[in-house]
């Protein structure tokens, strides 16, 4: 009988006689110029490991072929089906995928929606890269035009009172402004 015992094939990459692996490695590639971007720092998680999981099956000429399901988003994520919803959404709103063939759910007929990474080229058209123009909407800061706030350095009897109410913890510290009489009256 023969010492050597037979091996048994192994799964994933191949090896040459040298133990280096044989062929292209595959990977995902996300380049620091995206990650800086405001569109990419104002996503959460979710919709972040989704693009990762769309990058992921891109080969290079699938753009507009790669096909995902909220359901099956949701199973990849590990999150519940309305999240993985708002991930696509997110990803959609803020510019990194477009749909390019939408996807239903029937008795007989069942597909996925198909993808469009706008990071790289799709059907003879260059990568648009909408999330590059992408900016935040611009935030109204200060109290709104309809409420009445006192000046700094005058007190009236009524903004008295109310302090004396906030101190003896009866009611609620004017720290804020105050909107008209009728919406303050409406939370008493």
């Known amino acids: 009988m023969s010492t050597q015992r037979k091996r048994r ?6 090896h040459d006689n040298k133990g280096r692996s044989i062929g292209v490695a595959r990977f ?9 971007t405001p569109a990419w720092q ?22 507009g072929e790669i096909s995902m399901s909220v359901r099956e988003g949701a199973g990849l994520l590990h ?23 939408c996807g239903s759910f029937n008795w007989k007929i ?19 890269k909408e999330f590059a123009s992408w900016r935040p909407e611009k935030l ?8 009445r706030c006192p000046r700094i350095g005058t007190a009236s009897r009524n903004n008295r009172a109310i302090r004396l109410l906030g101190v003896l913890d009866l009611g609620p510290s004017p720290s804020f402004c105050i909107g008209s009489r009728s919406q303050s009256t409406a939370h008493i």
Not at 9 to 14: A, E, I, T, V
Not at 110 to 128: C, G, M
């Open 42 to 63: 104002s996503l959460p998680p979710a919709p972040r490991a989704l693009y990762v999981e769309l990058a992921q099956r891109y080969n290079g000429s699938n753009n």
């Open 140 to 147: 109204k800061h200060g109290p709104n035009r309809e409420t």
């Open 9 to 14: 094939p192994r799964r994933g990459r191949r």
């Open 110 to 128: 069942r597909h996925a929606t198909t993808w469009i990474l706008t990071e790289h080229a799709f059907a003879d058209q260059l990568a648009i």
């Open 79 to 101: 999150v519940a089906k309305d999240t993985a919803t708002k991930a696509f959404r997110e990803l959609e709103a803020k510019g990194f995928i477009r749909r390019n063939v």
């Open 28 to 36: 995902v590639k996300l380049e620091h110029w995206m990650l800086k």
